[in-house]
């Protein structure tokens, strides 16, 4: 895919300049008409804007200025303009400005924040059409800056709790590397000698031995192990399958998994709720509300849901296809409709399942550093015992 720069009008005859993603010129022209845009100018950019997306802290930054502007009923091209002018970076600045500038030309907003799909998370544009469509943008931009910083707390727990027993593993790591290369060996031939060969030395030290002579194998191993994870994990992100992939490993992830699937859940009920409250179909809140949470299992589990209920299916009986969405969530919905309390059960739901994430992020942070610092523990245990287990033995038969 290239960059290309384009000079255009308008409809109404205005001047609009920007860029466009397309495979070629024909099809950048092709993109611009079904915009209703008649092209005066089309050149290449040469220089390739950065594909990294827009940062974690920066995003949560963005979309609470936006839930303020919508709140104050300014108009979202203005608005965002308007942080486009105060954004700190010019990559950010540019992004914002474009994205404004499309608007204005009466491009959906969806399609507006498609063409920039590499900077912002899956199906952000459809989340924010959902919000216009029902009049609730601004509850809808809460419900995700809530969610957001569920997850960036998340983050920062782990940061927190793994750092100091991270940089211990490295020095360790380090030490044991030194000793494996340069003391190992002499000590192994003085043990030998001391000994009647390895045999007689014990299980745990001639472990450690053989260690020490494979260990630029395990490091040579080690590195290619994670540069593989790496080249995987960027390579599942390509496809919707493969992300369901993703998330299917990070919710079978002990406690880390729980939280996240908590998170999402959250997210996806209180997007619902509002959905409902603004008086859309129960089939169109599930999947406008599954493409607001941004969870492609919940967006398989959604549509295939909504599929059958329009098929003249129970929430229940539909329910059986369904692999993320939890069985009380199901139940929950069934009986709302049933009784007309279904935006109540469903915000319910999803103060429930916030809490959950919270208590369960409390107690992430309790265990996951004196887990840390105990394997670290170990692992240096099992060094120093390895070493010193052949002169406690021989100090026993000496005396």
Known sequence: MAMFEYSSLTESGRLMRGTIEASDAQQARQMLAEMKLDVQELSKVETKQPAKGVGANEFLLFNQQLESITRASIPLE????????????PKMRR?????????????????????????????????????IRTGRLGEMLTCLNRHLEIVRRTRQIIIESVSYPLVALFLAAAIATGIFVFIMPTYTNVLLDMSEGKADLPWLTRTVMAMSEKVGYFWAGAAILIGFIIFVWTALSGSSAGRRAKESFIMKIPLLGRIYKAGILARFSEAMGLLVDSGCTLPESLRLAAASAGSEKVIYDATLLAEHIEKGFSVIDAGAVCRTLPSLMLYSIQLGGQRNCLKENLYEMGRMYAQQTFGMQARLQTILMPVAIIGIGLMVGTM?????????RMIQVMM
């Open 78 to 89: 203005k608005g965002l303009r308007a942080i486009a002018r105060d954004a700190a970076t």
């Open 95 to 131: 992004l914002l400005s474009d994205i404004a500038a499309r608007l204005e030309a009466g491009v959906p907003i969806e399609q507006a924040f498609a063409e920039h799909q590499k900077h912002f998370p899956p199906l952000y544009g459809m989340m924010l059409r959902a919000g």
């Open 384 to 392: 120093v015992a390895a070493m010193f287990l052949p002169m406690v």
